[in-house]
């Protein structure tokens, strides 16, 4: 079964606007951490924004932000004040207590596009 | 320049060649793992190695095979591959143990892939 789902194939933002990217999992752990991670066509994997399973704050790293709904299992990344390099494909991924080393399950994916 | 490097960044091969992939990193970290990633699919996790043990085989043919010789270097040979294998092969690595599963000190670093395509 799929653990991470992300429900939007594609998105469209302008320039300097705010746009949030879905993110639900599933997960039986009381421990787990949730991150987001950044694909630009070059294919490197560029890590974003954790959140921990615990943590009773929403994470922030300068303008991405992690709307974290513990209840309804969503782990939302905002991004705010687009830029056209923010362009890219968004990967959300957890990894569980039970996870091998510390290997992440990912989503499919969303497909970012700012626009001037 | 990143931390994990991968060659080639790509290969094209037949399905009789012997091929080998591969990734070094230069973070000191002590795990490293193999992710493929196909179109319109997730990552799929292939093999993980921590302080240079393989820790999980995730299902994967025999037609790859890992290899890590040191905490600093993976490969992954391919022999008698099919089209259906042609894909992004990302490398990663992070520092296992060094804390919780619900500490963020434990983020995967990746290499920039290598493009694998499959005659």
């Known amino acids: 079964a799929q653990k991470i789902t992300q429900t939007q194939p594609g998105m469209f933002v302008q320039e300097k606007e705010a746009v949030t990217l879905d993110c639900t999992y599933d997960?039986?752990?009381?421990?787990?951490?949730l991150f987001w991670y950044k694909q630009p066509s070059s294919g490197e994997m560029i890590f974003l924004i954790y959140q921990g399973s615990y943590d009773e704050q929403n994470a922030t790293e300068g303008r991405y932000s992690l709307n974290f709904q513990k209840a309804r299992k969503s782990a939302n990344l905002v991004i705010s004040a687009s830029q056209l390099g923010d362009s890219a494909m968004y990967f959300c991924a957890m990894r569980e207590g039970t996870s091998s080393g510390y290997a992440l399950n990912f989503g499919k994916g969303t497909s970012l596009l700012v626009t001037p | 320049e990143t931390g994990v490097t991968q060659t080639p960044r790509h290969l094209v091969m037949g399905m009789t060649n012997k091929k080998s992939l591969k990734c070094e990193q230069h973070?000191?970290?002590?795990?490293m793992y193999w992710y493929k990633q196909s179109a319109k699919k997730p990552l799929e996790l292939m093999f993980v190695y921590s302080l240079e043990e393989r820790v999980e085989n995730n299902s994967v043919p025999s037609r790859f095979s890992p290899e890590c010789p040191n905490s600093s270097h993976l490969f992954l040979h391919l022999h008698t591959l099919q089209p259906e294998d042609s894909a992004l092969y990302l490398c990663?690595?992070?520092?296992?143990?060094?804390?919780?599963?619900?500490?963020?000190?434990?983020?995967?670093?990746f290499g920039e892939g290598s493009r694998l395509t499959v005659l």
């Open positions: 997960t039986s752990d009381q421990s787990y951490g």
């Open positions: 973070l000191g970290h002590n795990a």
């Open positions: 990663a690595s992070s520092q296992d143990g060094a804390s919780s599963v619900t500490s963020n000190t434990g983020e995967l670093f």
